[in-house]
């Protein structure tokens, strides 16, 4: 378990629909990142959050849109699904002071648009 | 803006050593290594934050060197536990920019 906690395991949905993805980050981590991962692809940076705050901003659709918490969980949302939305998706999350960590991953939401 | 990484794939017996390299057309300021399973959610193995820094894992460690804008890891006496895609990343800004990503497979 590696502290990052990532519902749901697995998503099966239909094209045009919306789902909310959620993270909660470890224990302390103020920041929290979101990657999409298709199928035997490399991670691609979507967005980060910092202790409530947007930080950065990646490749990300506008009809993807996330946030983060209060209480630092942040949830992912992604509408009007198609088909090529199918992909892992990662959330992770870093102590950013001092910056001399790395990233921990939650073992992500695997997505399916049918 | 995306590291690239290279080889793509390596091919190894076990006991055998093999080097990833990880090359940017930006300045790093650091970088990380990642391994993958697959399936599984990317591990932290390490992070470089200066030149000239060297860091080692078990058998497992990475150089970086700044002027080149470069990263190298260094896999000594590979293990079946080592197979996986290594990622280097990179942060130019605050966020983690992963690079193209080296599939290692070990076998008996």
């Known amino acids: 378990d590696s502290g990052v906690t990532q519902t749901p395991k697995h998503l099966i949905t239909a094209t045009g629909q919306r789902v909310t993805l959620r993270c909660s980050p470890r224990?302390?981590?103020?920041?929290v990142y979101w990657y999409q991962q298709s199928l035997d692809q490399g991670l691609q940076f979507l967005i980060q959050?910092?202790?409530?705050?947007?930080?950065a901003k990646g490749n990300i659709l506008e009809r993807f849109s996330a946030q983060q918490f209060p209480d630092l969980h942040s949830e992912l949302n992604l509408s009007s699904l198609e088909l090529g939305d199918s992909a892992l998706y990662f959330c992770?999350?870093?102590?950013?002071?001092?910056?001399?960590?790395?990233?921990?991953f939650g073992s992500g939401t695997r997505l399916t648009v049918v | 803006q995306q590291p690239v990484q290279s080889p793509q794939a390596v091919i190894l017996r076990e006991g055998e050593d093999a080097v990833i390299n990880c090359s940017s057309s930006?300045?790093?300021?650091?970088v990380h290594w990642y391994r993958q399973k697959h399936g599984e959610a990317p591990v932290f193995l390490m992070i470089?934050?200066?030149?000239?820094e060297q860091k080692g894992h078990d058998k497992i460690s990475a150089s970086f060197n700044e002027k080149k804008q470069q990263s190298s890891l260094y896999l000594t006496a590979s293990q079946l536990s080592y197979s996986g895609t290594y990622f280097c990343?990179?942060?130019?800004?605050?966020?983690?920019?992963f690079g193209t990503g080296t599939r290692l497979q070990v076998f008996p």
């Open positions: 992770a999350s870093s102590a950013r002071d001092p910056p001399n960590y790395g990233y921990t």
């Open positions: 224990s302390g981590d103020l920041s």
């Open positions: 959050y910092y202790n409530g705050e947007e930080r």
């Open positions: 930006k300045a790093l300021y650091s």
């Open positions: 470089l934050l200066k030149g000239g």
């Open positions: 990343g990179t942060e130019p800004t605050d966020k983690l920019i």
